[in-house]
């Protein structure tokens, strides 16, 4: 049963544009994370929110940044698009830190041309 | 940092075949290790954790322990299904938000009938 929602599903856009995806979580969690799974299926952490706190990954590059309007969403937007930043973006909640279950959305998946 | 180490990437297996996947960790700090499964088109979803060394986690058929001596855990079932196919990682939790969870490079397993 899905709990953490994604949109949109694919994204295609050229270099330099400016995106933006949406998670909403329906499972009253404190802490809301974005992963990049690249196209070898590798899965890293970029960002971590917990409490208006956020918590970069240093390997970031600055044009990502999350926005949270409220505890149940947290999106993420790219201000000018790289070719490298093609993969699927995975948003996930937990009920308060990281050593709780991690609850995944099923991803958007970015292409950039 | 917190590393893992997760060398198949590919395992292809008859129905009723024995499952086994093993990956190795490094922390610093009481590890508690995962498996998350991947289905196509799916984020990942938690299969077992374990918490304690030697203790054995089991969900859906799958066994999961870990090894606090070779820094090894496996995850293995002795009868897999087609429906079992997916990419499975092993994931290692970080005890502050900027880890998150660090994933090993994830195993696609592939079941024939």
């Known amino acids: 049963e899905t709990a953490v929602f994604q949109t949109p599903n694919y994204h295609v856009t050229q270099v330099g544009n400016e995106v933006s995806f949406n998670c909403k979580q329906t499972?009253?969690?404190?802490?809301m994370y974005w992963y990049k799974q690249d196209s070898k299926k590798l899965l890293k952490i970029m960002f971590s929110?917990?409490?208006?706190?956020?918590?970069v990954n240093e390997t970031v590059p600055r044009r990502f940044s999350p926005q949270s309007s409220d505890k149940a969403h947290l999106n993420l937007r790219i201000k000018s698009v790289e070719p490298e930043d093609s993969a699927v973006y995975l948003c996930?909640?937990?009920?308060?830190?990281?050593?709780?279950?991690?609850?995944f959305g099923p991803g958007t998946r970015l292409l950039v041309l | 940092g917190d590393s893992v180490t997760q060398k198949q990437g590919q395992v292809t297996l008859s129905e009723d075949d024995f499952l086994f996947i093993n990956c190795t960790y490094s922390?610093?700090?009481?590890?508690?290790l995962l498996w998350y499964v991947q289905y196509p088109g799916q984020g990942p979803q938690l299969l077992l954790k374990?918490?304690?060394?030697?203790n054995k986690g089991i969900s859906r058929g799958f066994e999961a322990t870990y090894d606090k001596g070779t820094t090894s855990f496996h995850l293995q079932k002795a009868s897999v299904q087609e429906s079992d196919s997916a990419v499975y990682f092993c994931?290692?939790?970080?005890?502050?938000?900027?880890?998150?969870?660090?994933f090993g490079l994830g195993t696609r397993v592939s079941v024939f009938p």
């Open positions: 996930a909640s937990s009920h308060r830190g990281p050593q709780d279950t991690q609850y």
């Open positions: 499972l009253g969690h404190d802490t």
């Open positions: 929110y917990n409490n208006k706190q956020l918590i």
């Open positions: 922390t610093t700090t009481y590890p508690t």
């Open positions: 374990v918490t304690t060394a030697n």
């Open positions: 994931a290692l939790v970080g005890y502050n938000y900027a880890q998150g969870l660090t």
